[in-house]
């Protein structure tokens, strides 16, 4: 049962329960805001255009300065590089023109192959120094710092050396052996391991022809040591093994007149530059005796000479009735003399122990 609630009492409950709140009413906009919008807008302007105006001779001064240094970088580098080739071929020509000597010794694709070379190295270090200057002087244009840009470099370049040490090797011995002209292409070399005609010199790899016609690919940085057979002028040796018992002077004279004759005789009197010398006994034992000559050729034809001057040699003895032995052959008719003499057959004739 619900209780009853009087008339005055429903009256003040009521008077005392909270109004419903009424809904917000849009307040108009302040009549000034269009205005300070465009005052905003004028101030942000007005900064910017101080902030060009006050930075903008530093940025054309640094902008003109980079340009003048990549314009002076680049002159610069095609000035020495037609410095450099020009020099080449001033050296080139001198050698050209050095003589008959150095004709022997010089070839042209020798003389191109080299001047290449050595051109392309100097070109290539002289661009490297020069654009490598400009690029640091337009980073400090720049504003960048280059301490720590060296520094960085130092580490990278010592790491690459120490993995790349054996390609720095190879190329360093190449360029020195390029500008100290140790050989050339045609050359015939002795680089230790192999003897063969050189086809091609790189920076790095050196091309030969062996003499059965293999080729090699040597690293330069390989070649401790290299004799060149091509250059100047060579020795054909040619050494006469007689018996003991036979004439000396005998022996000399033709060995000399054997001599005397291939000089007279073309075309082996363009190669033979000086007269036949016989140095004598080269040495001398109970059996035999070896009578030394000597004979002064052009690099490369020692060979040649010496095997004609051999036959000339051999002709002659033979017409004088004078035989050539050698150790093994004495050693040889020494033991069929001591078996003639004890009657026991010669041991190349003996019959095996159980036939």
Do not use: C, H
Not at 8 to 35: E, I
Not at 102 to 112: A, K, Q
Not at 176 to 201: H, K, N, S, T, W
Not at 237 to 242: H, P, S
């Amino acid at each position: 049962m619900l209780p009853s609630l009087s008339a005055p009492a429903v009256t003040a409950a009521l008077g005392r329960a909270p109004a419903a709140a009424a809904p917000p009413v849009p307040s108009a906009p302040p009549a000034d805001a269009p205005s300070s919008a465009l005052a905003d807008t004028a101030e942000r302007a007005a900064r910017t255009a101080g902030w060009l105006e006050a930075n903008w001779e530093g940025w054309l001064a640094t902008g003109l300065r980079i340009v003048l240094i990549a314009v002076i970088a680049f002159v610069a580098q095609a000035l020495v590089r037609r410095a450099i080739s020009r020099v080449i071929v001033r050296m080139s020509r001198r050698e050209r023109a050095a003589g008959p000597t150095r004709g022997l010794l010089v070839n042209p694709e020798r003389r191109r192959q080299r001047s290449a070379a050595i051109g392309s190295v100097l070109r290539s270090v002289a661009t490297l120094l020069i654009l490598g200057t400009a690029a640091l002087m337009v980073l400090d244009q720049l504003g960048i710092e280059l301490g720590p840009l060296m520094a960085s470099a130092g580490i990278v370049g010592v790491a690459i050396g120490f993995g790349a040490r054996n390609l720095v090797t190879d190329v360093l011995t190449g360029m020195f052996m390029l500008l100290e002209d140790q050989y050339g292409v045609g050359d015939r070399i002795d680089a230790g391991e192999v003897v063969g005609e050189v086809l091609e010199i790189g920076l790095r790899v050196t091309t030969l022809r062996a003499d059965d016609g293999e080729i090699w690919y040597v690293r330069n940085g390989e070649i401790k040591r290299v004799g060149n057979l091509s250059q100047g002028w060579s020795t054909a040796a040619v050494e006469v093994e007689v018996r003991a018992s036979e004439d000396t002077a005998r022996v000399v004279e033709l060995v000399t007149r054997a001599g005397a004759e291939l000089s007279a005789s073309p075309p082996w009197d363009e190669l033979l530059w000086e007269p036949l010398e016989v140095l004598g006994l080269e040495s001398v034992s109970m059996d035999s005796q070896v009578i030394k000559a000597t004979v002064k050729v052009p690099a490369g034809k020692g060979p040649a000479v010496g095997r004609e001057l051999r036959l000339r040699i051999k002709k002659l003895l033979d017409a004088e009735g004078i035989p050539q032995v050698d150790p093994a052959g004495i050693t040889l008719d020494k033991l069929r003399g001591g078996d003639a003499e004890s009657g026991v057959a010669p041991t190349a004739a003996r019959a095996p122990a159980g036939a």
